[in-house]
């Protein structure tokens, strides 16, 4: 069953940076490399909710709430996929996970729900203290 493995989440203070990771097997990868794929995050109590998605092209697009602050990209050598977070905040506590799309065109990828993307794992931990 293929599935993505995600790594990197600690606990900051309120303005630190951390690195999240995601990886995939390696058929999977190089399957979904050609796609969509997004970060996501859900915090308690809350519905999970996308922050950044890279189409195949390498294009990207942000939330409103990591615009200017969180970058994502992927490796598909390394079959990574990479969330750069900078000035954390403590709103930006929540689980986040990664996931991957068959939107093959960026418009699709930017509109996909997150009900689109498959391969969820487990997510890795963010916590940001003031």
């Known amino acids: 069953q293929v599935q993505l493995v995600e790594s990197g989440g600690d606990s900051v203070p309120a303005g630190g940076s951390l690195t999240l990771s995601c990886v995939g097997s390696g058929l999977f990868f190089s399957r979904y490399s050609h796609y969509c794929m997004g970060w996501f995050r859900q915090a308690p109590g809350e519905e999970r909710e996308g922050v950044a998605r890279?189409?195949?092209?390498?294009?990207?697009s942000y939330a409103a709430s990591g615009k200017g602050r969180f970058t994502i990209s992927k490796d598909n050598v390394k079959n990574t996929l990479y969330l750069q977070m900078n000035s954390l905040e403590p709103e930006d506590t929540a689980r986040y996970y990664c996931?991957?799309?068959?939107?093959?065109?960026?418009?699709?990828?930017?509109?996909?729900?997150?009900?689109?993307?498959?391969?969820w794992g487990q997510g890795t931990q963010v916590t940001v203290s003031s």
């Open positions: 996931a991957a799309g068959l939107q093959s065109y960026e418009t699709a990828c930017w509109a996909a729900k997150t009900a689109d993307f498959g391969g």
């Open positions: 890279i189409a195949h092209t390498g294009t990207t």
